[in-house]
């Protein structure tokens, strides 16, 4: 297997958007998309491509995908490409709740970029930057042309490749 997206998911968005950038980046047998928990860590063996999604929960990634990322052993991605996404509340839908949430989210952020931080601390070559994919509201659905912004960002990481 040469490339492989691992994701976490509660209400089945971030998985509908791993889905959707797997799909782009190559035919199954090339390109893995799984479930964090379901990931063994021979898995990275050998990979050229590793991309990782997380809903942000408390401005952070997922418990399971940090303990995923701590678990990579000290520069385990050498060599490999990496790029991280998250899923987020839209924009509209933080400035419509209590003030403190905009102040909270412009100083602790999404997930993605904290995922990326260790990926590279792990030795991988970010191969674009971190990138958020809004739902409505705390459970879904995905914002409408989400799936869509997903493909054309698996295909700036085709580019790259
Ligand atoms: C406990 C909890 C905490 C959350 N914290 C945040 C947050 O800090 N920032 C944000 O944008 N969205 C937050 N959300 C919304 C999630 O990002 C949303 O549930 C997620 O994108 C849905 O993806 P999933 O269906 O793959 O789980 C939170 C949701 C829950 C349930």
């Known amino acids: 297997m040469e490339a492989l997206v691992v994701y976490d998911s509660f209400f089945g968005n971030t998985e509908r958007i791993a889905q959707s950038i797997g799909n782009v980046l190559g035919r199954p047998e090339d ?84 995922i990326t931080d260790r990926l590279v601390k792990k030795g991988g070559q970010l191969i674009v930057p971190p990138e958020g994919f809004f739902v409505h509201g705390m459970e879904g659905p995905l914002k409408e042309g989400e799936l869509e912004r997903a493909s054309d960002w698996a295909k700036q990481i085709l580019e790259k490749q």
């Open 31 to 114: 390109v893995g998309i799984a479930r964090v928990v379901d990931v063994k860590p021979e898995q990275l063996d050998g990979l050229k491509l590793l991309i990782v999604g997380s809903p942000t929960r408390a401005f952070s990634p997922s418990p399971a995908i940090k303990k995923f990322l701590k678990s990579i052993a000290k520069n385990g991605l050498k060599g490999v490409k990496a790029a991280a996404f998250d899923t987020r509340v839209t924009e509209e839908e933080i400035d419509s709740a209590v003030f403190i949430l905009r102040i909270l989210v412009n100083i602790f952020g999404y997930a993605a970029k904290p």
